[in-house]
Nanobody
Framework: QVQLVESGGGLVQAGGSLRLSCAASGRTFSSYTMGWFRQAPGKAREFVAAMTSGGRTGYADSVKGRFTISRDNAKNTVYLQMNSLKPEDTAVYYC?????????????????WGQGTQVTVSS
């Protein structure tokens, strides 16, 4: 069982930056593929970024070049650095974990989810 707790959300102006953190419980964090997803009001949850245990990363086209996912296995934490934020990035951001070792951008393959943290970007 893995518990995930996100933090770092908030209100920021367009063009600004935020760094989200996701702290995970459990002794096998380093073996999990970690992902970030987001859900805007009235929309389906969508993939943002993921990082495998081996360090492979992947990003949604809408955030490539602006967002960076990273992890610190010693701290059981995964991060999402978000730069050049746009109003369309406004959403609740969720951290997720899966024991599937391959990179995945599908919500169906993630077993554990955090409660989410709100990111609001004003224009």
């Amino acid at each position: 069982q893995v518990q995930l707790v996100e933090s770092g959300g908030g209100l920021v102006q367009a063009g600004g930056s935020l760094r989200l953190s996701c702290a995970a419980s459990g002794r096998t964090f380093s073996s999990y593929t970690m992902g970030w997803f987001r859900q805007a009001p009235g929309k389906a949850r969508e993939f943002v970024a993921a990082m495998t245990s081996g360090g492979r990363t992947g990003y949604a086209d809408s955030v490539k070049g602006r967002f960076t996912i990273s992890r610190d296995n010693a701290k059981n934490t995964v991060y999402l650095q978000m730069n050049s934020l746009k109003p369309e990035d406004t959403a609740v951001y969720y951290c997720a974990a899966t024991q599937v070792s391959a990179y995945s951008d599908s919500t169906r393959l993630y077993d554990y989810w955090g409660q989410g943290t709100q990111v609001t970007v004003s224009s």
